[in-house]
């Protein structure tokens, strides 16, 4: 039965919707039938009646329409996908490679420091190994090795200080020794590097002598004795500071350099 208001050629025939997006597309035009009426209808559709091009029909078409329909073409409408765009915090990153480079930094100061401080070390032991050598020549061939002389009472004292402290102590009756000490005025005492032989007499006048030539050999800076001062090259008189202590009539002071020396000392 026809619907009222809508042409029966219109009806009969094929229409192909497609909706993409939202919108309705015509995509295969319907196929008027046999005495179908061309242009725009005359009679109004009437109220809720929807337009004719846009009508689908439901029902079988005929041969006649179907023979007489165009091939229809699958369309397909493709929208691009915008990617999911990954930002990234800048601050973070700046902050990331800071703390890396910082911390690389870090260990290569520590690691200098360490093989600074195991080089220093070496050193130390190397020079210290130096001087037990030397002394231990030198003793053997003055016949001072083994005299049973204590250097305990010297405190710290350097190793060549201790090592001229036995050489010369064996070789002049074993006095009693001063090694490191506190000291009102400017001295080497503190510090480790000078000794003070409790003598006075011929037996000084020996020892402050044998001192002065061995000064290389011993690492010694200068020697005192009886108000007299000895860099190398000579005595040289003193200002009388008031008493035989002061002035070095009771004991020989001899000073050292703040090395060990690399030279091996003579007999005297």
Same mark, same amino acid.
Request: glycine share 10%.
């Given at each position: 039965?026809?619907? &009222? !208001?809508? &042409?029966? &050629?219109?009806? *009969?025939?094929?229409?192909?919707?497609?909706?993409?997006? #939202?919108?309705?597309?015509?995509?295969?035009?319907?196929?008027? !039938?046999?005495?179908?009426?061309?242009?725009?209808?005359?009679?109004?559709?009437?109220?809720?009646?929807?337009?004719?091009?846009?009508?689908?029909? @439901? #029902?079988?078409?005929?041969?006649?329409?179907?023979?007489?329909?165009?091939?229809?073409?699958?369309?397909?409408?493709?929208?691009?996908?915008?990617?999911?765009?990954?930002?990234?915090?800048?601050?973070?990153?700046?902050?990331? $490679?800071?703390?890396?480079?910082?911390?690389?930094?870090?260990?290569?100061?520590?690691?200098?420091?360490?093989?600074?401080?195991?080089?220093?070390?070496?050193?130390?032991? +190397?020079?210290?190994?130096?001087? *037990?050598?030397?002394?231990?020549? @030198? @003793?053997?061939?003055? =016949?001072?090795? !083994?005299? =049973?002389?204590?250097?305990? %009472?010297?405190?710290? $004292?350097?190793?060549?200080?201790?090592?001229?402290?036995?050489?010369?102590?064996?070789?002049? #009756?074993?006095?009693?020794?001063?090694?490191?000490?506190? *000291? =009102?005025?400017?001295?080497?005492?503190?510090?480790?590097?000078?000794?003070?032989?409790?003598?006075?007499?011929?037996? !000084?006048?020996?020892?402050?002598?044998?001192?002065?030539?061995? +000064?290389?050999?011993?690492?010694?800076?200068?020697?005192?004795? +009886?108000?007299?001062?000895?860099?190398? %090259?000579?005595?040289?008189?003193?200002?009388?500071? =008031?008493?035989?202590?002061?002035?070095?009539?009771?004991?020989?002071?001899?000073?050292?350099?703040? %090395?060990?020396?690399? #030279? *091996?000392?003579?007999?005297?």
């Amino acid at each position: 039965m026809a619907r &009222p !208001g809508v &042409p029966t &050629p219109v009806r *009969r025939g094929v229409a192909v919707v497609a909706v993409a997006g #939202g919108a309705l597309s015509l995509v295969g035009a319907a196929a008027p !039938g046999p005495g179908a009426v061309t242009g725009t209808p005359q009679a109004d559709p009437g109220p809720g009646a929807q337009p004719a091009a846009l009508l689908l029909t @439901t #029902g079988t078409a005929s041969s006649d329409a179907t023979a007489a329909a165009p091939a229809l073409v699958e369309q397909r409408t493709l929208a691009p996908v915008a990617p999911e765009t990954e930002i990234l915090d800048a601050s973070a990153l700046v902050k990331a $490679v800071q703390l890396a480079e910082d911390q690389a930094a870090e260990a290569e100061r520590k690691a200098a420091e360490a093989k600074a401080e195991a080089e220093r070390k070496a050193a130390e032991a +190397k020079k210290a190994a130096e001087v *037990r050598a030397v002394s231990a020549t @030198t @003793t053997a061939a003055t =016949g001072a090795l !083994g005299c =049973g002389l204590s250097t305990a %009472s010297l405190g710290d $004292v350097k190793p060549w200080v201790e090592q001229a402290a036995e050489f010369l102590g064996c070789l002049f #009756g074993k006095p009693t020794m001063i090694g490191q000490a506190s *000291r =009102g005025n400017a001295s080497d005492h503190p510090s480790g590097l000078a000794l003070d032989f409790m003598m006075r007499g011929a037996t !000084g006048d020996r020892l402050a002598e044998c001192a002065v030539r061995n +000064k290389d050999a011993l690492g010694i800076t200068y020697v005192i004795w +009886k108000q007299r001062i000895n860099f190398g %090259s000579g005595w040289q008189p003193m200002e009388d500071r =008031g008493s035989d202590t002061a002035n070095h009539f009771d004991h020989v002071h001899v000073s050292f350099e703040k %090395s060990a020396p690399g #030279g *091996r000392p003579t007999g005297c």
